[in-house]
């Protein structure tokens, strides 16, 4: 009766030992779901302020060139507004260099993706050195065939007035064609330089916003919002500079601005919607990742260094004023520095 009394109360005790397990293991994981679902609202919240933040700093910065021709101080042909290209010239180059080509090297060089043949030859500068060249040659190649096409037409054009008028008057049309071809190329290359720096920034941009989108850390997140919000404004003034120069027709201006404007925010939706399924250490990934991006930054270091700054500086209007040489340089390194602060808010 003893033995029995006592089994009996042995198994009531581990019963009830087991039952408070249970419990407790229950109220563990419940917490731990809690926990789970606060990171992904806390996450999902700082996403959509960093969509909403950029989009607002993209739009101001890129509208700020469009909107200000009528404005004196802002006008193209003021000093000023050279040295506001300078800036964003800077901005673009640093972009390039300090944002966008160390992550090429480091993403192309991780461990995930394999020694050979990745870490056997520099791929990212090789690239990056072919993307700013074939960027500079795909632009001669467009420049020149619009050119010799209209060298053809003034000489017909010039051959036949010769056949009708006299020789004053032939000479005076010759002028006038001459003038407004001169025109119509600038204008051509302005056109060709807008929409291949809009490419270069729509590659990294859209990088960028699905790894902010697939990140789960708030910790990461947060840092971030403030120091792309500042990038794509900046970026969005060099955009629109090259924009207005380019004298679009406004509903073309319009659709290249929402293009700007939205891409960044794309870029985040596309990361929150694969967030559960990306696996951004798999080798194909990071190859993908890494030749965008080094492509992305041979295309902004060429068109900051050869259409944006060596196109300014060597301009009749900065050679013959010293003081705007002056000014231009020290904004040209101001965009910069202040570009590369900004790296470090993201490695933070």
């Known amino acids: 009766m003893i033995k029995f009394a006592t089994r009996k109360f042995m198994t009531i005790s581990i019963i009830i030992l087991l039952q408070q397990n249970l419990v407790c293991s229950k109220c563990s994981c419940e917490n731990e779901l809690q926990d789970s679902n606060h990171k992904v609202f806390e996450t999902l919240k700082y996403k959509l ?6 989009f607002v700093a993209s739009l101001i910065g890129v509208c700020i060139p469009i909107l200000a021709k009528n404005c004196s101080y802002l006008n193209p042909e003021n000093d000023f507004y050279f ?8 901005v673009i180059l640093a972009t390039g260099f300090i944002h966008i080509l160390p992550n090429a090297f480091e993403t192309l060089t991780n461990p995930c993706i394999g020694e050979k043949p990745w870490k056997m030859f520099p791929f990212s500068g090789f690239v990056t050195m072919v993307a700013a060249i074939g960027t500079l040659i795909m632009e001669a190649l467009i420049m020149g065939y619009q050119k010799r096409s209209e060298l053809k037409k003034s000489q017909t054009l010039n051959e036949d007035r010769e056949t009708r008028e006299a020789n ?6 010759n002028f006038v064609v001459t003038s407004s071809k001169l025109d119509s190329t600038d204008r051509l290359r ?4 807008s929409q291949i720096l809009e490419l270069g920034i729509v590659l990294h941009s859209i990088i960028l916003g699905i790894s902010l989108g697939v990140s789960k850390s708030s910790k990461t997140i947060k840092p971030l919002v403030a120091v792309l919000t500042f990038h794509q404004c900046f970026e969005g003034i060099g955009l629109g500079g090259c924009i207005t120069q380019a004298q679009f027709k406004y509903y073309k201006v319009a659709i290249m601005v929402l293009f700007f404007c939205l891409i960044f925010p794309i870029g985040i939706c596309i990361g929150i919607g694969i967030s559960n399924t990306y696996n951004e250490s798999s080798s194909k990934s990071l190859i993908v990742e890494g030749i965008l991006l080094s ?3 041979g295309v902004l270091i060429n068109m900051a260094l ?6 300014d500086f060597m301009s009749t209007k900065m050679l013959r004023s010293f003081r705007l040489q002056v000014g231009s340089s020290l904004a040209l390194f101001v965009g910069m ?3 590369s602060i900004l790296a470090l808010g993201e490695d933070s």
């Open 168 to 173: 004053d008057s032939s000479h005076v049309h």
């Open 49 to 54: 302020i960093a969509m909403a933040s950029i």
């Open 306 to 311: 050869v259409d944006l700054v060596a196109t």
């Open 190 to 193: 302005y056109v060709i330089v």
């Open 295 to 297: 492509a992305s930054a």
């Open 337 to 339: 520095i202040c570009m």
């Open 83 to 90: 040295l506001i290209k300078a800036f964003a010239a800077g």
